[in-house]
Structure formats: C-alpha cells, structure tokens
C-alpha cells in the first residue's frame, strides 16, 4: 500500500471540503494505493455528527463522493464529476469510532461513465455504509484545462493497516 500524492496541492485556489488539508470546515481525507483500491483512514469527530454521537449521513456521503474521484484521479488518470450517487446506510456510524475505512474500486466503464463501488467499514470492519457512484469522466485534455496533470503515488510501500 502506498500514499497518494494529492495532486491539487499549491494549486490557486484549492480549497476541497474532501482533501485538502487546509480547509478548516474540510473532512481533510488522504488516499492509498492498494492493488485495485482506493483507501482513506478517516478519523470521526462531533463536528460531523447528525444525532448523538452519529456520523450525519450527508458527511458519509461525501466521504463515498469524495473516495470515489480519488479513484477517478489515480486509477483512470483523469478527471471528471459525479454524475449519481447511491448510498446504502446498513449501520449507524458512530462518531466516536477511532477510524474509519473508506475503501472505493472501479466495478464497471462503459465509455466515459464509470462506476465505482465504495464501502464503509467501522473501526471493528464491520461494513456500515456502501456507495455506488456514476462518474463522468472526461478526456485527458479536457482534465489538463480543469487542472488535472497526473496523479502519482509518493515514495516506499508502506506497511499495511
């Protein structure tokens, strides 16, 4: 498993609620490598809860949203946006988890849309929350006018969690 350099870092302008790490609202993700999947360790915490002591839905939905485009950057090399996401709420998520898993793969391209199926494990990997998002993705010319260049992975293997 290896880390993913973020490649909107000192970008004018960036300021992702998902990824960057100087949003100060932001839910500040980072993304791994792991054979075909796209990994983030995320950390819960009260700001982000809907009822007591439970992660708000609309949060777990970006974290799947969020999971997805990082698949999008790093396994296709390009950009694009989110064109559906359905969300399976199987388990409240507790705020107080120490980390969550966040874990997204690519199950299915045809053309330029590209699905991509996320789930959401519990700090015990018991599988709380599956995502299914429809991605648009665009040409590599289109992502270099939006920005995008390449998305590469930062230096040794790291052990795994």
């Known amino acids: 498993m290896r880390k993913i350099k973020n490649p909107w870092l000192y970008r004018e302008g960036y ?8 949003n100060p609202l932001g839910l500040h993700m980072v993304f791994f490598e792991d054979g075909d999947d796209i990994v983030s360790y995320w950390k819960p915490g009260d700001r982000y809860q809907g009822w007591l002591n439970v992660l708000h839905g609309g949060i777990i939905a970006s974290l799947i949203d ?4 990082w698949v999008v950057f790093r396994k296709l090399q390009t950009s694009g946006v989110t064109s559906s996401l359905n969300v399976r ?3 409240a998520v507790s705020t107080l988890e120490p980390e969550l898993t966040i874990r997204g793969r690519i199950t299915e391209q045809r053309r330029n849309l590209v ?3 996320v789930e959401l494990s519990n700090a015990n990997g018991e599988l709380c ?3 299914e998002v429809v ?3 665009v040409s590599s010319d289109k992502a270099k006018e ?3 260049t390449e998305c590469e992975l930062e230096g040794e293997e790291l052990l795994s969690f």
């Open 129 to 131: 929350v599956t995502g």
């Open 89 to 91: 709420y199987k388990k």
């Open 66 to 69: 969020e999971t997805a485009g």
């Open 15 to 22: 300021n992702c609620f998902g990824c960057c790490p100087d």
């Open 115 to 117: 699905t991509i199926t």
């Open 146 to 148: 939006l920005g995008f």
């Open 135 to 137: 991605y648009f993705i």
